[in-house]
């Protein structure tokens, strides 16, 4: 308890410097709900112990709302169930904690749709490869090409499902809301594929582009987690380092022709697991959930920087397609080369 104490009281006094870039911002939007949808696998269902749980994490928050069972409901650790297990958690705890610490006048509200073990590739069909060419009634996180795709996967659906259930009693509730993100804990069923792990990057863009454009929504910062931070030897895991360098090209800060808009990559290096080296701990739960919560804070601040240099970010981006194109170019003549 001592080294988790430590390291969730480290992690929170990272927090104290959002505050002054929050103060302002929390003024203004004291009323306004800000909605967040979290989703993936088993990290993000969570199989963090509750009675490992410090106290300071186990009483409910003012203005924290998690959708269960079809209402918004107050988040309370133990009685709010949010995990397959009533006696687990996932990094919902330390997300909201950690939003509510750097602005607590501000409601926010929990959407959370997760399945155990399921690819964000339309090649799997839960645990099963069934090729690379996608196909109906997968159990897998593929959005399809449109929303009327026959090829759209299970979980897919059952994410747009539940965000959509959600919008219909907001806009019934006459609360003024906004969605404000996305946090995405997934990614080890694809690194079980070569080819799933290789195109994780575009994966993760058309993921995000084709849930904002089901649900009506502008481009949202999204969060996600570089998934599998311990090089495990086993062939379980075979693709590991290909869908961990496919997260860091997808990150819209590296410069890369895949870099995905609006999305930064949570590095997961050093959180405590549990012995099968996969799945975060209570103590990890809490602290990838925080610095979820910490990203998505730059990640806010950074659209609204963008907004006000709508200019230098037109030129920025010229930039970075320019370098993508003479990478491509240098690439392709060093092929030539090889020949």
């Not at 994490?57 to 650790?77: I, Q, R, T």
């Not at 509730?173 to 792990?197: M, N, P």
């Not at 240099?309 to 092929?335: K, P, S």
Request: aromatic share 8%; net charge negative; with cysteine.
């Amino acid at each position: 308890m001592p080294r988790l104490r430590k390291i969730v009281t480290c992690s929170i006094a990272i927090a104290v410097c959002c505050l002054s870039a929050h103060a302002q911002t929390s003024s203004r939007n004291t009323e306004q709900v800000q909605v967040y949808i979290l989703s993936g696998q088993s990290n993000m269902q969570g199989i963090g112990k509750l009675d490992e749980m410090p106290p300071a994490f186990s009483e409910p928050l003012d203005n924290v709302y998690y959708w269960h069972k079809g209402a918004f409901v107050p988040l309370v650790p133990g009685e709010t169930r949010t995990s397959n297990r009533p006696d687990e958690f996932g990094p919902e705890i330390g997300f909201t904690h950690m939003l509510h610490q750097m602005d607590p006048q501000t409601p926010v509200f929990v959407i959370k749709s997760y399945s155990q073990g399921k690819a964000l590739h339309c090649g799997w069909d839960g645990p099963q490869w069934k090729g690379e060419e996608p196909g109906p009634n997968r159990r897998n996180f593929y959005p399809g090409e449109t929303r009327e795709d026959p090829n759209v996967g299970v979980h897919y659906r059952d994410l747009r499902k539940t965000c959509e259930d959600a919008i219909g009693y907001l806009e019934e509730s006459g609360l003024d809301y906004r969605f404000a993100g996305i946090v995405w804990v997934q990614g080890e069923q694809d690194a079980k594929s070569e080819v799933s792990a290789r195109e994780y990057a575009r994966n993760l863009g058309q993921f995000k582009q084709r849930l904002q454009e089901d649900l009506g929504l502008g481009d949202l910062p999204m969060v996600y987690q570089q998934a599998l931070p311990f090089p495990i030897e086993t062939p379980r895991f075979a693709y590991r380092d290909e869908v961990r360098d496919q997260m860091r090209r997808a990150d819209c800060r590296s410069g890369e022709d895949v870099a995905v808009s609006q999305a930064y990559m949570v590095s997961t290096d050093g959180l405590p697991l549990i012995s099968d080296l996969v799945h975060y701990d209570a103590a990890g739960q809490l602290m990838l959930g925080q610095q979820m919560a910490l990203a998505m804070s730059e990640a806010r601040q950074m659209a609204q920087w963008q907004a006000q240099h709508e200019d230098m970010v037109r030129a920025a981006d010229e930039i970075f397609a320019e370098r993508a194109r003479l990478r491509a170019e240098r690439q392709r003549q060093q092929a030539q080369k090889n020949q």
